[in-house]
Nanobody, 124 residues
Framework: QLQLVESGGGLVQAGGSLRLSCAAS????????LGWFRQAPGKDREIVAG????????NYADSVKGRFTISRDNAKNTVYLQMNNLKPEDTAVYFC?????????????????WGQGTQVTVSS
């Protein structure tokens, strides 16, 4: 079982940056695709970005393309989300998630393992 713990959330002004981290344990990290999701108050959870198990494939939601970057360090069992040029509409709880896959990585889901989330608030 993969356990995931997010960190790095906080309050930032519009135009600022934050870097989220998600530390994993309990599984062979390099065999999992990893995603970042977010959920704003009153809205459904949505995919933000996903990265394949070797980091060779990264995908993004249209709303964050060019501003967010997902990366992973398999030696440290950690996945990151660098968020630049943040906007008030990026305010949400951000979750990391993991999924094992055999050959094709469907980055939009479904995912089997979830962290508890970290709050990101962007003020205008």
């Amino acid at each position: 079982q993969l356990q995931l713990v997010e960190s790095g959330g906080g309050l930032v002004q519009a135009g600022g940056s934050l870097r989220l981290s998600c530390a994993a344990s309990g599984g062979t990290f390099s065999t999992y695709g990893l995603g970042w999701f977010r959920q704003a108050p009153g809205k459904d959870r949505e995919i933000v970005a996903g990265i394949s198990r070797n980091g060779g494939e990264a995908n993004y939601a249209d709303s964050v393309k060019g501003r967010f970057t997902i990366s992973r360090d398999n030696a440290k069992n950690t996945v990151y989300l660098q968020m630049n040029n943040l906007k008030p509409e990026d305010t949400a709880v951000y979750f990391c998630a993991g999924k094992w896959y055999s050959t094709i990585y469907y980055w939009r889901g479904p995912y089997n393992f979830w962290g508890q989330g970290t709050q990101v608030t962007v003020s205008s």
